[in-house]
């Protein structure tokens, strides 16, 4: 049966692989798209949504603006990892269409609340708009089907500060609510992304087809990699985002433990860092399935041969 899939998304150049990975998927159908600040502004990563849309000839996609700034913290948005426009050197055509008149947080709400227990929410950005939905309307917990969520360094290093993931760096406190929220949670740490290495030779593979999408994906990532050899010395790029929406359909990419996971939303150096509790110290019931060993060849062949398709489909 085919999951509906809406995704929560700040495109961002792993997000507009994730949303290229959702539309190749025969096994999913992407319901909606849900903004959220992070990568670039709320506005930017709108249109690079609806221009990707546009590209893979899926604008029929609805798109939903989201919120444009965290909670309590300031905005942060990461330039040096994604380019000035959130998607590195590619130059995408203006959209011709534009975001629905609805706030994506609602989107949410309406979609999970008319339909209880269909909805698969795929949250790859900062998780505002998901603690703003919760917030507005409790019930969407028990009528979400589930809810995959890129973020968080477990036993791994962060990559915005020492301790702490970027999405939930940025938004500490939305991430706060949400896994504390009791939805069936699935969440993917960098533990297992940043095994999951784009490289110089996927791409060469996927260039063999000359496509707006494989000419696409080669600009964006030539920026990440530069990215990732200059800041983390990591030859080829992590693929977050599309991994943790490939997990919607092929689960046994990753090995996953039920554990007790929680952020840091204490003021010191510890901002965002999330915590599993491996020895139950806290007596508390796991609150999500926590994804710490991956199969990263199953993720990249899986990966690879859904673009050779969407790009065949798109040459
Ligand atoms: C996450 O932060 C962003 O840079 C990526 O899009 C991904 O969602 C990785 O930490
Ligand atoms: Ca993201």
Same mark, same amino acid.
């Given at each position: 049966?085919?999951? /509906?899939?809406?995704?929560?998304?700040?495109p961002?150049i792993?997000?507009?692989l994730?949303?290229l990975?959702? $539309?190749?998927s025969?096994?999913?159908v992407?319901d909606g798209?849900?903004?959220?600040?992070?990568? &670039?502004?709320?506005e930017?990563?709108?249109?690079? %949504?609806l221009?990707?849309?546009?590209l %893979?000839?899926?604008? /029929?996609?609805p798109?939903?603006?989201?919120?444009d700034?965290?909670?309590?913290?300031?905005?942060?948005?990461?330039?040096e990892?994604?380019?000035?426009s959130?998607l590195g050197?590619?130059?995408l055509s &203006?959209p011709?269409?534009?975001?629905? %008149?609805?706030?994506?947080s609602?989107?949410?709400?309406?979609?999970?609340m008319?339909?209880?227990?269909e909805?698969?929410?795929? &949250?790859?950005g900062p998780?505002?708009?998901v603690?703003m939905?919760?917030?507005?309307?409790?019930?969407i917990?028990q009528?979400?089907?589930?809810?995959?969520?890129?973020?968080?360094?477990?036993r791994h290093?962060?990559?915005?500060t020492?301790?702490?993931?970027y999405?939930t760096?940025?938004?500490? /406190?939305?991430?706060h609510?949400?896994? /504390?929220?009791?939805?069936p949670? =699935? $969440?993917?740490?960098?533990d297992?992304?940043?095994?999951?290495?784009f490289?110089?030779?996927?791409?060469?593979?996927?260039?063999?087809?000359?496509s707006?999408i494989t000419?696409f =994906?080669?600009?964006a990532?030539? *920026?990440?990699?530069e990215?990732?050899?200059?800041?983390?010395k990591i030859d080829g790029?992590?693929i977050?985002?599309?991994?943790?929406l490939a997990?919607? *359909?092929m689960?046994?990419?990753?090995?996953?433990?039920?554990?007790?996971?929680?952020?840091?939303?204490?003021t010191?150096?510890?901002l965002g860092n999330? *915590?599993a509790d491996f020895?139950?110290?806290?007596?508390k019931a796991?609150?999500m399935k926590?994804?710490l060993?991956?199969?990263?060849?199953m993720?990249?062949?899986?990966f690879?041969?859904?673009?050779e398709k969407? %790009?065949?489909?798109?040459?």
């Open positions: 049966m085919t999951k /509906h899939i809406i995704l929560d998304t700040d961002g792993d997000d507009s994730a949303i990975l959702a $539309l190749a025969p096994e999913i992407l798209i849900s903004t959220i600040h992070g990568n &670039a502004s709320t930017r990563v709108t249109t690079n %949504a221009s990707i849309l546009e %893979a000839k899926a604008s /029929h996609v798109v939903y603006k989201g919120c700034l965290p909670l309590v913290q300031p905005s942060l948005l990461s330039p990892t994604h380019g000035d959130g050197y590619a130059k &203006a011709l269409g534009q975001a629905q %008149a609805q706030h994506g609602d989107f949410l709400i309406d979609q999970i008319s339909k209880p227990g909805i698969t929410l795929v &949250a790859i998780l505002t708009n603690a939905a919760i917030r507005k309307e409790p019930r917990v009528n979400v089907k589930e809810v995959f969520i890129m973020g968080g360094a477990i290093q962060g990559n915005t020492a301790l702490a993931e999405n760096y940025v938004d500490p /406190h939305a991430a609510i949400v896994f /504390h929220s009791g939805m949670m =699935i $969440l993917t740490p960098l297992v992304t940043y095994q999951c290495i490289t110089t030779d996927d791409l060469n593979r996927l260039l063999k087809i000359n707006p000419k =994906i080669a600009d990532t030539r *920026f990440y990699m990215f990732h050899d200059e800041y983390q790029c992590v977050n985002d599309p991994m943790t997990l919607t *359909f689960p046994e990419i990753c090995d996953y433990q039920d554990l007790y996971v929680d952020v840091d939303i204490s010191g150096v510890g999330t *915590f020895y139950n110290y806290e007596k796991p609150n926590l994804a060993g991956v199969r990263p060849r993720f990249m062949e899986l690879l041969e859904r673009m969407l %790009a065949k489909a798109n040459s």
